[in-house]
């Protein structure tokens, strides 16, 4: 039974994932962001959805003594946040609790592992879709499905995850196959996440646009080529998926496009780099992924120069 859930972050999918699972266990949001943790003290997180907004109290924290003895840790911080928030992981998590990365990009599950060990550790990805609008403010962004990575040893616990997640809204299933569809996403994320925030558009206008269209397919079938390398297979195809998601999506502003608007780090090094990092090892060519790692960056060196 999954009865004490901490959740590291107070952005957009930790407080999605704070509102939908309040009602069903004793949650408490962990983080460092002062305005957001004095936002939702004050007024609980406040969800809108298509039916209107509603506003669900939960407990709030920068206090790791105030979240400890968690049955469950669910990491939803960004990519550069990862070494705070498996830190924390390891220090609230109880001796038989389990502790999911629900992150963009690569790298997470493995400082996870090494924090916590590899019995406690849980590999998910998910394409629940959240805006923040203002601190403890979100807007749910589209649904889909959230995947936990298999386990024998911890098969039972992670079952239990699951079982809490699909009554609290979120479809959710275990699978033998995580890695690929961490890889799936990637791709997905590195064609599409820094497009839109290098040129300032929904994810739908990148099929708006030939060139941005062309790019966005190139860096996820960089990314596909990739993850076959390490033998993995993307199905359906990565040029298919990242159009289907951008036309699925096409009114949503990135994460990326976000973070750049506030001026806060984003993920490229998770996402892009990662794709980079991983081709340079494995021998194959990621030009137009490194050309995205480097213009982003670029734009964030220019906007803390200014």
Known sequence: MIAKITILGTGALACLFGA??????????????PQGLAAIRRDGIRLDTTEGETRIKVRATDAISDAGDADLVLILVKSWQTDWAVRQARQVLQDQGLALTLQNGLGHYEALRVEVGESRAVLGVTTQGAALLAPGHVRFAGGGETLLGYDPVSMHRVTQISEAFSV???????????????????????????????????????????DAEELMVSAAEEAAAVAAAHG??????????????????????????????????????AISGAVVRSGRRLGVPTPVNEVLWKLVRALRDAKIES
Not at 171 to 197: D, F, H, M, Y
Not at 203 to 209: C, E, M, T, V
């Open 168 to 210: 609290a809204g979120f479809p959710t299933r275990v699978t033998s196959q995580i890695e690929t569809a961490l890889w799936g996403k990637l791709a997905v994320n590195a064609g599409i996440n820094p497009l839109t925030a290098l040129l300032g558009v929904t994810n739908g206008g990148l099929l708006d646009r030939p």
């Open 232 to 269: 993995l297979q993307l199905e359906p195809d990565a040029a298919t998926r990242v159009r289907d998601v951008a036309r699925l999506t096409a009114s949503n502003r990135s994460s990326m496009l976000q973070d750049v608007g506030r001026g806060a780090p984003t993920e490229i090094e």
């Open 20 to 33: 939908r699972l309040a009602p069903h266990a004793e949650v408490v949001l962990l983080g460092s962001w």
